[in-house]
């Protein structure tokens, strides 16, 4: 199973700490912003399964950046973490977007629990119906490798599929150049070179261009993003 990503955003070290270890020891890749500037900027630019979130941080508190985070995806699991107790904090998490609320002290068990049990329903939301991946009106048959939006066949070609296929797996996500090397090409990062840029323009003149709604987007200095609302 593809390792899942888990963004940390909490401004107390010693519980960031302690929480990256815990879930590192669980298999889990784990990325810790200490406030919420920093938090927004890395969930835009790195693809992530689950977010925890303090809600007291510096920069931006944890209500409104759950809130922009739901903004640019509606599906990704959001954990509330916080010593904020009252059913007034809790109705206020609920309502910026958070999936649950989490009080401080915890039980790292039951956290791991929670997490575990977040992660299955969204795997289970995300799963293929006959392996047909659909992003607004684009379609892309994982077994006939057959791809059109709404009654138009589009020919790709093998790598074009797979990089398509990775943007419909990561609809509503940023992604960087560099998770798109190494998950659609296997390779590290190399500044030096546009390949990336080039297979995302042969994408766009062919699912985009004839098409009065643009599914790929660019978001400068970050990536790039399929979006299903246009």
Not at 5 to 33: P, Q, R, S
Not at 36 to 57: A, C, M, Q, T, V
Not at 91 to 99: K, N, P, T, V
Request: glycine residues 6%.
């Amino acid at each position: 199973m593809e390792e899942r990503k888990i963004l940390i955003v909490e401004d107390e070290k010693k519980i960031a700490a302690a929480l990256k270890k815990g879930l590192t020891e669980n298999g889990y890749y784990v990325e810790v912003a200490y406030d919420g500037l920093i938090g927004k900027k890395l969930f835009l630019s790195h693809p992530y399964d689950l977010i925890i979130l303090d809600i007291n941080l510096p920069g931006l508190n944890g209500y409104d950046l759950c809130k922009q985070i739901r903004n640019h995806n509606q599906q990704i699991p959001v954990i509330m973490l916080t010593a904020m107790n009252t059913t007034e904090d809790k109705i206020e998490g609920f309502d910026a977007g958070a999936d649950d609320y989490v009080i401080k002290p915890f039980e790292f068990k039951e956290l791991l629990v929670r997490i575990r049990a977040l992660l299955k329903r969204i795997m289970n939301q995300q799963l293929p119906t006959g392996n047909i991946l659909k992003a607004a009106d684009l379609e892309m048959n994982l077994d006939t490798k057959e791809v059109k939006r709404g009654d138009q066949p589009i020919l790709l070609t093998a790598k074009e599929f797979q990089l398509l296929e990775y943007f419909m797996r990561n609809r509503n996500r940023v992604l960087s150049r560099a998770d798109i090397a190494e998950r659609v090409w296997d390779i590290d990062f190399d500044t030096k070179t546009n390949v990336i840029d080039v297979y995302v323009n042969y994408l766009r003149k062919k699912i985009d261009k004839n098409f009065a709604t643009r599914l790929i987007h660019t978001q400068v200095g970050m990536g790039y993003i399929l979006k299903e609302n246009g």
